[in-house]
């Protein structure tokens, strides 16, 4: 049982334009998140967190949002950059846990 | 190094072959994580270290599955008679401690071919 869900496999994006990546979760224990991005023939690198006490955490031009009630999160990259095209997984931990549950993963193509 | 090394980055090997991945961590990281990552899916956590000790096993795969770390610094995972649904990108992660939400620093990974 998937307790962290990434539906898009895949999301093709214009350069310059937004790029939203969606992440739901089940576990109602989870209370903190974490986008990860990932290049081919790399680790994932860690892009930006949030606590459940927040519902936004801005960092340049990525911001990430949390809907506790939907059990749903967003990462948006604005203006996005071919650079910007990888993998981004979504992860989350319970109770200070170091565990970590990742997604799936949405594989981000941005189109110069 | 400045981050986390793993070798071999990519491994063949027959099936019933015993393999086994490095993991170099970061210098002075406390913590230690392998994941598995089977194609098409997400990272699935197996094991962690705190210093030289591994408190939890439940996370690994079978008993075929083992690890271990010494000098709280190079970590080996593994694999005994390997089977071919071991097929996967073993990576390794490190923390400087285990306290939660701690950044994770992920090495390359070590893609394994099981044939």
């Known amino acids: 049982d998937q307790q962290v869900k990434q539906n898009s496999p895949s999301l093709s994006v214009q350069e310059g334009r937004i790029s939203i990546l969606n992440c739901d979760y089940t576990?109602?224990?989870?209370?903190?998140f974490l986008w990860y991005k990932k290049y081919p023939a790399e680790g994932p690198t860690f892009l930006i967190s949030?606590?459940?006490?927040?519902d936004k955490n801005e960092d340049g031009r990525f911001t990430v949002f949390l809907n506790k009630s939907a059990k749903h999160l967003s990462l948006h990259i604005v203006p996005s950059q071919p650079g910007d095209s990888a993998v981004y997984f979504c992860?989350?931990?319970?109770?200070?846990?170091?565990?970590?549950?990742f997604g799936k993963g949405t594989k981000l193509s941005v189109i110069p | 190094g400045a981050g986390v090394s793993q070798s071999p980055s990519n491994k063949v090997t027959e099936k019933g072959k015993d393999v086994e991945l490095r993991c170099d961590p970061i210098?002075?990281?406390?913590?230690l994580y392998w994941y598995r990552q089977r194609l098409g899916q997400g990272l699935e956590f197996l094991i962690y270290?705190?210093?030289?000790?591994?408190?939890?096993k439940s996370g690994l795969p079978s008993d075929r599955f083992s690890a271990e770390r010494t000098g709280e610094s190079v970590s080996t995972l593994t694999i005994q008679r390997t089977q071919q649904e071991d097929s996967a990108v073993y990576l390794c992660?490190?923390?400087?401690?285990?306290?939660?939400?701690?950044?994770?620093?992920f090495g390359p990974g070590t893609r394994l071919l099981v044939l």
């Open positions: 992660a490190s923390s400087l401690t285990l306290l939660g939400r701690e950044t994770q620093y």
């Open positions: 576990n109602s224990m989870f209370d903190y």
């Open positions: 949030i606590s459940s006490i927040k």
């Open positions: 992860a989350a931990s319970s109770g200070g846990s170091y565990q970590l549950t």
């Open positions: 210098s002075g990281h406390t913590a």
């Open positions: 270290f705190q210093g030289n000790s591994a408190p939890d």
